[in-house]
């Protein structure tokens, strides 16, 4: 069990704040969950074999092949700001 404590603590470690009420609340809630994951965890899956996707789906796969579609001129043509063939953006620190 999750006791208001924690979620309080937790709470103070993301930077949140979380009234006493509220901790009452998410600690119920997260009880409760994590006893849905006792649940499955206690599911007997010996012998089946894990999913990748729910639904059986053959991989497309393509040749990686390198384009040239547009000249930088053509990809920088509509950018507000730009310096030879690059964006020209704000710093950013």
Known sequence: MIDPKTIAHIAKLARLEVS??????????????LGYFEQISKVDTQGVEPLVTPSEM??????????????????TANAPEKMGNLFKVPPVV
Request: negative net charge.
């Open 20 to 33: 006493a009420e509220e901790a009452s609340r998410y600690s119920g809630d997260l009880s409760k969950a």
């Open 58 to 75: 053959q991989p497309f796969w393509r040749e990686d092949e390198a384009k040239r579609e547009f000249t930088a001129e053509e990809m």
